[in-house]
């Protein structure tokens, strides 16, 4: 009896885990050296349009050198299909099915430098193939622990 209550309460459960996450990927691409690495990142707000931009430079230092000076080239990677909230200062966005509000990116008022961070419910996913690089959000109503910046790299 205790099994089949237990079967049951799992049953009602996944229904509503799933549909609590979404994934964007954003329409811009970027194109920088094969074997480099993203060593800055950032989240801010286009004060025209209100989008969410993620702002992240690659460079190559992990193979510059002697004969190879360090060159560093910074790429946005904008999200149109995230809201912003102006009264709470902070993007979010809503799942598909039952409408769920997922809290993206809020504004830390660090002194003297204010930005915006990535939420524990949100991580961004920058996907390198040979030097094309893609930018992919991840988020979940619920919290989850991890880096909120997530580097995929085939070249290694």
């Not at 209100?50 to 004969?67: H, K, L």
């Amino acid at each position: 009896m205790k099994f089949w209550f237990g079967l049951a309460l799992l049953g009602l459960a996944i229904p509503n885990a799933y549909g609590q996450s979404i994934e964007i990927v954003s329409p811009d691409r970027a194109y920088t050296f094969a074997y480099s690495d993203a060593f800055s990142h950032q989240i801010e707000r286009d004060r025209l349009t209100n989008e969410m931009i993620a702002r992240v430079t690659f460079s190559n230092y992990p193979w510059a050198g002697d004969r190879e000076p360090r060159r560093d080239e910074t790429f946005e990677f904008s999200f149109p299909s995230i809201h912003f909230d102006a009264a709470q200062n902070e993007f979010f966005a809503r799942t598909s099915r039952r409408r769920v509000r997922i809290p993206i990116a809020a504004l830390h008022p660090n002194f003297p430098y204010a930005g915006y961070k990535l939420e524990p419910t949100a991580q961004i996913f920058l996907v390198k193939r040979s030097g094309h690089v893609k930018a992919v959000l991840n988020a979940t109503a619920q919290p989850r622990d991890g880096a909120r910046w997530v580097q995929i790299d085939d070249n290694w």
